[in-house]
């Protein structure tokens, strides 16, 4: 499985955006999709959003109408545009490959998490 590394995390305050970027090279030739996931601090990890290999995304009712996942084929980079931040949404964000629909491989879902990119809101 490919090795995802993520990017673009900061430290921003409540109503900022940031834009996240997970790339690895491979993407392109995998069908699999891409998932975003994020976890904080005494929680559990939990999903954000995803692309399928082809384009449709999905997302977490948390985060809905404020984030945006994209995909860039030929980069092998999957971004997620974070708008109007909550501290709320202060977590470490990783990236994976996931099965979004039954026409990806069932294999996807066992590709290696990246090693997280932090993001933190502040009020």
């Known amino acids: 499985q490919v090795q995802p590394v993520e990017s673009g995390g900061g430290s921003v305050r409540a109503g900022g955006s940031l834009r996240l970027s997970c790339t690895a090279p491979?993407?392109?030739?995998?069908?699999?999709?891409l998932g975003w996931y994020r976890q904080a601090v005494g929680k559990q990890r939990e999903w954000v959003s995803s692309?399928?290999?082809?384009?449709?995304?999905t997302y977490a009712d948390s985060v809905r109408g404020r984030f945006t996942i994209s995909k860039d084929k030929t980069m092998d980079t999957v971004y997620l545009q974070m708008n109007n931040l909550y501290p709320e949404d202060t977590a470490m964000y990783s990236c994976?490959?996931?099965?979004?629909?039954?026409?990806?491989?069932?294999?996807?879902?066992?590709?290696?998490w990246g090693q997280g990119t932090q993001v933190t809101v502040s009020s």
């Open positions: 994976k490959t996931v099965q979004t629909v039954a026409t990806e491989n069932d294999e996807c879902v066992y590709g290696n």
């Open positions: 692309i399928a290999r082809y384009g449709a995304t």
């Open positions: 491979g993407f392109t030739s995998m069908n699999c999709g």
